[in-house]
């Protein structure tokens, strides 16, 4: 038997919160812990943006957003992106770092870049280098096309441009490129060949490159991606491979080009103890290779600064257990510290964050269109007794009449018993058809009893508690999870989830989430709660009405890793700007449509031209035939062709 805390039971069970309010929206959906201030409910329900986080500051309400939409006739599923929320997070990161840097008095400046990989879409990356202008703040690039974009959208020659990964000719060549129109692009070496490939680059075009060194520290990282550093890590050089590095570069009077030191220790790192422990060991590091000749200026931490997705604010890998200024605490103090110590200056501090500064500004609003329930076809069909009716029915019929708050699990295990021997019996044709249906149908009027019953019950066992989970309507949404949403899927992230309206009444609905592709994988089950992760999420009796649900703090990776299974591709995206002169405190500065079928259909290599053609072909050979009316067959062609131009999820 599991005893349940009060905070479980009250979130499985809602009827034990008598006077529902906007605060027990706000503790179900857990929306100020993950949140971050930037998202809360308003007194008639509805979800609100605060994107500035400001007291006085503009509150814009998503669904004033979703009027608007209708009004322009913008389909759902869409993506919407708060600009002002990236302006925000770029500016709070700069802003912590530079307090934290005078109260220390540490000598050292801060230049971060944002990691182009973690969003690569231009409006992006185009609002975070114009909000981090006033702090040169650059970017990071791990590939040519990368490379490519950062050379073109950087023109800050104050701020850095510091290239990743692994390096051909060409990319180093790029790379210098940009040093020769006066950019400070820091080439940062992981493994030793690309050293000698540079070098010999740059005496070719007559510039010396600016040089960053990337260490595989011992320190081991924690969360889903803990394996990307320590001694096996796919990137980087060994404390051997560096000093060969800075011995050659010595040994032909370019030390002065070694300008960085850089190391990264994972993604969404849930534990401060793994950055302190990390920064520790970088320092000293880059302590003692400025005592061997290498009079390194930058020391780059990397990224890995992670974000509360489950609101627990613990070290489970969907949370962390620090705040943006605990980190950046950390790396201006551990790091002056050490350098204190070992009597070397006190290097620019660079840092890497991309999944911090873009997470919240985007989310993926869906409309629910339909619910699956298990067992619901069940309340009309009689079963009355009749006469010589199998054992199995009638016992199972006694069953329903026996079923008490007493005995609920005694009758769940007969009933469950009664149920697989019914399945044997009609295999081995002992059983009608109509007998089945009779028992099925009791057995999930039993189930739906004990469930209720269970609810009120504080010491339920867990095998009743799994049931209640199996029970749980399917919310069937209007998107797919494998464009929208991909690491749900692939390893288990958990997003804030909540409808974004109604959260003045009380969800009465325990519900998992089904997209709308034809894979079984294609579903939410994994949900935050007040409790930690949950198999359901209380949502709202569905009643004809139009219902949204949100999904949020997709703003990193989920936008440029969706693919398109299924052929459904890219959603619509509108981009939203404040504006306190406006009644609605915002306005759509752009609408980027998604993907119609035709140009799915095209990046898989068919040519929708040559389908429409085939396709109005085959029906005039119908038409000629007699088979179809000539009026009809110009309705079908255009009907076909209108479907190669839609948008490829479902109509209202």
């Excluded at 791990?142 to 023109?155: F, I, R, V």
């Excluded at 950019?183 to 075009?205: A, G, N, P």
Aim: aromatic content about 8%; hydrophobic content about 35%; glycine content about 6%.
């Amino acid at each position: 038997m599991k005893t349940t805390s009060s905070q479980s039971t009250r979130f499985h069970n809602l009827d034990t919160i008598p006077n529902w309010s906007i605060s027990d929206a706000n503790d179900i959906y857990q929306i100020s812990r993950w949140g971050e201030g930037y998202f809360s409910v308003s007194e008639k329900g509805d979800l609100c943006v605060n994107p500035t986080r400001t007291e006085n500051g503009p509150v814009i309400n998503m669904m004033e957003i979703l009027e608007e939409m209708k009004n322009k006739n913008i389909a759902f599923p869409a993506v919407i992106r708060f600009h002002d929320i990236l302006r925000s997070q770029v500016t709070n990161l700069n802003k912590t770092f530079r307090s934290l840097i005078e109260e220390a008095k540490f000598t050292g400046s801060y230049f971060g870049v944002y990691p182009i990989k973690v969003n690569q879409m231009r409006e992006v990356v185009e609002e975070i280098v114009d909000a981090g202008a006033p702090f040169n703040y650059g970017l990071e690039a791990g590939s040519k096309p990368e490379l490519l974009a950062a050379l073109a959208m950087n023109t800050n020659q104050n701020s850095l441009t510091v290239v990743n990964g692994y390096k051909d000719r060409d990319l180093l060549r790029l790379a210098l490129l940009g040093n020769q129109l006066g950019r400070k692009v820091i080439v940062v070496v992981e493994k030793y060949t690309e050293l000698l490939d540079l070098m010999e680059i740059s005496q070719e075009v007559g510039v010396e490159p600016m040089i960053g060194l990337r260490a595989k520290i011992a320190t081991k990282s924690s969360g889903k991606w803990a394996s990307s550093g320590g001694d096996y890590a796919k990137f980087g050089l060994t404390i051997t491979e560096i000093l060969q590095a800075v011995k050659y570069m010595k040994s032909i009077n370019k030390e002065h080009c070694l300008k960085l030191f850089h190391f990264h220790i994972g993604s969404q790192i849930p534990d401060i103890k793994t950055i302190k422990d990390s920064i520790n060991e970088g320092a000293r590091i880059y302590a003692k290779l400025y005592k061997e000749g290498a009079k390194l200026e930058f020391f780059d931490v990397g990224g890995g600064v992670g974000v509360n997705y489950d609101g627990t604010r613990s070290n489970s890998p969907s949370s962390i257990n620090y705040t943006t200024k605990d980190y950046v605490a950390d790396v201006v103090y551990i790091l002056k510290q050490v350098c204190d110590l070992e009597d070397v200056p006190h290097p620019n501090i660079v840092s890497e964050s991309g999944r911090a500064i873009t997470a919240h500004h985007s989310c993926v609003i869906t409309n629910v269109f339909g619910a699956l329930e298990i067992g619901a076809a069940t309340e009309n069909f009689n079963t009355d007794k009749v006469v010589s009716e199998n054992i199995l029915v009638s016992n199972m019929r006694e069953l329903t009449n026996d079923l008490n708050d007493k005995n609920y699990q005694d009758v769940y295990n007969d009933a469950t018993k009664l149920k697989e021997e019914s399945i044997s019996a009609f295999k081995f044709g002992i059983l009608s058809l109509d007998e089945r249906a009779k028992l099925e149908t009791l057995y999930w009027r039993i189930c739906k009893r004990i469930v209720e019953i269970a609810s009120r019950d504080e010491y339920a066992p867990d095998e009743i508690l799994a049931l209640k989970n199996q029970m749980a309507h399917q919310y069937m949404c209007n998107l797919s999870i494998f464009q929208s949403a991909p690491d749900t899927w692939a390893i288990g992230q958990i997003l804030p989830v909540l409808p974004i309206h109604k959260l003045n009444e009380k969800p009465t609905e325990l519900c998992t989430l089904v997209d709308i592709t034809c894979d079984s994988d294609g579903k939410l089950d994994n949900f935050l709660s007040a409790d930690g992760p949950a198999n359901t999420i209380p949502l709202h009796k569905l009643t004809g009405e139009d219902y949204y649900i949100g999904l949020f703090m997709t703003g990193a990776y989920q936008d440029i890793m969706g693919d398109n299974h299924n052929c459904f591709g890219r959603l619509n995206e509108l981009h939203i700007f404040c504006d306190d002169d406006d009644p609605t405190d915002f306005y759509i500065e752009e609408v980027i449509y998604g993907n119609v079928a035709s140009t799915v259909l095209a990046s898989l290599q068919y040519n929708p031209l040559t389908m429409a053609q085939t396709m109005k072909a085959n029906i005039d050979t119908q038409v000629k035939r007699g088979k179809i009316r000539p009026r009809e067959g110009v309705t079908l062609t255009d009907f076909y062709e209108g479907c190669l131009m839609s948008y490829t999820y479902l109509k209202k």
